[in-house]
């Protein structure tokens, strides 16, 4: 049975993506199932939406942009499955996570182009096979909601090699997590076009407490107590930003694009930025 939260994650983010208001902005993704091969001057019947227009521009006459292959898009929803999203102090990164893998499920089924969905921590938790019906969204996303997370851990080394060997095919990759962990994406690079989203709580980036407090690693379960000045904050927030810097770093030398969400923050926005 379909809990009430994911009831209403559905049908926001069914609504949000189907709106005759919003038109295709939320599923416009690169490429639309073409290969780039070469310009050609236009001719009459071509598709206006294929004109080079910086190359119309400099030429002054119009051209258009020829493709080799015309192919269905497969677009790959991968939740990386950590203890460490079982937190928010707004909403659960968990929930905002599900929201964000349902918007993006919804554009997929928009755009009609196969849709695979991967739950996975250091092995796989979840695995439903490339499908256009949408009705597979019933199942995934209160999957997602409901999935128990903690003592969970992702291994991206593990997450690599299981990658390349289920999905053969070029396919569009969406890693949605909060990306806490090492990790090296460069052979995923190399073979599918990678999205990474992020979500995180400002909190947890920025806490705000003190004194001797009680704290649980999600990940591992294990609890130790702490005696938290400011100096200890700056220390940890310093850190948290000198991991993130090197987590761009490492996105933009292999041409990941990414966007961060938090948990005050409604999904659809940036992650129709980060798709168009």
Not at 160 to 188: C, P, T
Not at 217 to 222: A, K, S, V
């Amino acid at each position: 049975m379909i809990s009430q939260v994911a009831k209403e994650i559905l049908v926001k983010t069914r609504r949000k993506i189907f709106s005759q208001n919003l038109g295709n902005n939320a599923t416009a993704f690169i490429g639309n199932g073409l290969d780039f091969s070469e310009l050609r001057e236009y001719q009459f019947g071509d598709d206006v939406r294929k004109i080079n227009w910086k190359a119309t521009a400099k030429s002054g006459e119009p051209y258009i942009n020829l493709f080799t292959e015309e192919r269905e898009l497969d677009v790959v929803l991968a939740f990386m499955s950590s203890g460490s999203i079982y937190f928010g102090s707004h909403r659960m990164k968990q929930e905002v996570m599900t929201e964000a893998l349902s918007l993006l499920g919804y554009s997929v089924m928009k755009n009609g182009d196969n849709l695979t969905s991967i739950f996975f921590s250091d092995k796989e938790e979840y695995f439903r096979k490339p499908t256009k019906n949408i009705a597979v969204l019933n199942d995934i996303v209160p999957a997602a909601l409901s999935l128990e997370v903690l003592d969970k851990k992702v291994d991206y080394a593990a997450f690599s090699d299981y990658l390349l060997s289920r999905v053969k095919q070029k396919s569009i990759v969406f890693l949605i997590g909060d990306f806490y962990e090492e990790m090296d994406l460069s052979f995923l690079a190399a073979k599918y076009e990678i999205y990474a989203v992020i979500v995180r709580d400002h909190f947890e980036e920025d806490p705000v407490f003190s004194g001797e407090v009680s704290l649980l690693d999600p990940t591992t379960m294990n609890e130790d107590t702490f005696d938290i000045d400011s100096g200890m904050l700056a220390r940890f927030k310093r850190e948290i930003e000198k991991r993130d810097t090197k987590l761009y770093g490492h996105f933009k030398a292999h041409n990941i694009r990414y966007t961060k969400l938090y948990t005050d923050e409604d999904p659809f926005y940036k992650l129709n930025n980060l798709v168009r």
